[in-house]
């Protein structure tokens, strides 16, 4: 038989190994509930669950957006470095390409980072932890 805390730890881990659409943390908490967690507690472990995944995801794919922004700035200025060139047409095709695909999958990840910070703010306020 599982004690609390393994009992917690085992929800977490099988929730977050799950593919999510959207990431929740009042899903989580309702998990711990019908695990046996009191609501109160319930609601503690999962704040601190989605600050740990948090924390991943922003070493993860923080990183990845730092990347993305800054290539996509040094292509932004490879850009504006070979503009007064005129033969130079489809390079400056490939480097527009190039920077609009970094420049969004830099704010698409940016903005993942941003609502699931929202979301455990959000649960906090709500719930009043």
């Known amino acids: 038989m599982e004690t609390g805390n393994e009992a917690v730890s085992s929800i977490t881990q099988q929730y977050f190994a799950e593919p999510h659409k959207q990431w929740r943390v009042a899903d989580l908490e309702q998990r711990l509930i019908a695990g046996g967690c009191a609501p109160q507690d319930a609601a503690q472990q999962a704040s601190l669950a989605y600050d740990g995944y948090f924390g991943q995801q922003l070493k993860k794919k923080g990183t990845k957006t730092l990347i993305f922004l800054g290539l996509a700035a040094l292509f932004l200025v490879r850009i504006l470095l070979m503009a007064d060139k ?14 609009a695909y970094t420049l969004v999958q830099g704010l698409i990840w940016c903005i993942q980072l941003f609502q699931l910070k929202e979301e455990i703010s959000s649960f906090r306020d709500l719930r009043k932890l």
């Open 86 to 99: 005129l033969g130079n047409v489809s390079q400056l095709s490939v480097f527009l390409a190039l920077t």
